[in-house]
């Protein structure tokens, strides 16, 4: 993590704080210094950064690592967010990113499945297309009934999200369409 000279905003400091409260209430350790104490450890254990940090102080660039590295966490974990923590982090720091890759809704948190932003279908076989350079996002049925219901614009615009870039990388990760094109497999056409 690269330190860029610029020190933590009180907007991340609110952010970490509000996904420490959740994980300490989740665990029921009931002891927010002990929380943070063990997260920023686990932290820089899984960064390989073996020095200690303070949120008082640290970079800009290593705190938005901590910010997702907590998302990724309480993602993986199934910590519940209250509505406020939610709205706190939802839509930076990655979140649309790790909702993918857990597959949980970006909206609610609930089991989600990956939703286009560019249609897919009528036509356009889904498991055939290369999804590189298309935009997705996870949400559950609900929510993915909702966006073909009022539009994917009006959606976006209403959530306040943005959807994922497709890379070869996350297109293999998350076996979407075409994918085993790149590493000389065949395709699947069943």
Request: net charge neutral; charged share 25%.
């Amino acid at each position: 993590i690269y330190d860029d000279g610029r020190h933590i905003s009180m907007v991340q400091r609110r952010k970490i704080f509000a996904m420490l409260h959740e994980i300490d209430e989740y665990f029921g350790n009931y002891l927010l210094g002990l929380t943070e104490y063990q997260m920023k450890q686990r932290f820089c254990s899984t960064t390989q950064n073996f020095d200690d940090f303070s949120l008082s102080n640290c970079s800009k660039s290593l705190a938005t690592g901590f910010i997702e590295f907590l998302i990724q966490f309480c993602l993986v974990e199934g910590v519940n967010f209250s509505t406020k923590s939610l709205d706190e982090i939802r839509g930076q720091y990655g979140w649309e990113r790790a909702c993918l890759d857990e597959r949980r809704c970006s909206i609610c948190g609930d089991h989600a499945d990956i939703a286009h932003v560019h249609a897919v279908g009528i036509g356009r076989n889904r498991n055939k297309i290369n999804h590189i350079g298309y935009q997705v996002m996870a949400l559950c049925r609900k929510h993915h009934t909702e966006q073909h219901t009022i539009g994917i614009w009006s959606f976006m615009d209403k959530y306040h999200i943005k959807g994922v870039r497709v890379t070869p990388e996350i297109a293999e990760r998350l076996r979407l369409g075409n994918w085993r094109v790149y590493h000389q497999e065949p395709i699947i056409t069943e």
